[in-house]
């Protein structure tokens, strides 16, 4: 289940990043990183704990702001299939001024505020 927490995590990062208009290449890197660092912190607490390489005690005192950071995602998850769902049906319907919307960092940043709460 690590691993495909591992693996799944940056690829929800790069999927709520990159799709964004007026962001910059540097921009989008830099936050697709951090979402993904961020992300896989639980996951490698939890695999640090399996394999007995750090005490409980050390690790205890991070589970709850991993399980937070893993609920954020989870919630940028379905905000991220809303959103390109919304787009999608705006391209189809050929409202491109508001398909150009729907991608602007504002709207993605401001789910993030909202799911960090």
Same mark, same amino acid.
């Given at each position: 289940m690590v691993s495909i927490a591992t %693996?799944?995590?940056?690829?929800?990062?790069?999927?709520?990043?990159?799709?964004?208009?007026?962001m910059s290449l540097r921009a989008r890197i830099l936050a697709t990183l951090l979402t993904a660092m961020l992300g896989i912190f639980p996951a490698m607490l939890l695999q640090l704990l399996q394999t007995g390489a750090v005490p409980y005690i050390h690790i205890a005192p991070w589970q709850v702001p991993s399980g937070w950071i893993l609920a954020i995602l989870l919630m940028l998850a379905v %905000?991220?299939?809303l959103r390109d769902l919304l787009w999608l049906l705006a391209a189809l319907t050929g409202r491109q001024g508001l398909a150009q919307l729907i991608h602007i960092p504002a709207i993605t940043v401001g789910a993030l505020v909202v799911a960090g709460g």
């Amino acid at each position: 289940m690590v691993s495909i927490a591992t %693996f799944a995590i940056p690829l929800l990062a790069i999927w709520l990043w990159w799709p964004l208009n007026r962001m910059s290449l540097r921009a989008r890197i830099l936050a697709t990183l951090l979402t993904a660092m961020l992300g896989i912190f639980p996951a490698m607490l939890l695999q640090l704990l399996q394999t007995g390489a750090v005490p409980y005690i050390h690790i205890a005192p991070w589970q709850v702001p991993s399980g937070w950071i893993l609920a954020i995602l989870l919630m940028l998850a379905v %905000f991220v299939v809303l959103r390109d769902l919304l787009w999608l049906l705006a391209a189809l319907t050929g409202r491109q001024g508001l398909a150009q919307l729907i991608h602007i960092p504002a709207i993605t940043v401001g789910a993030l505020v909202v799911a960090g709460g």
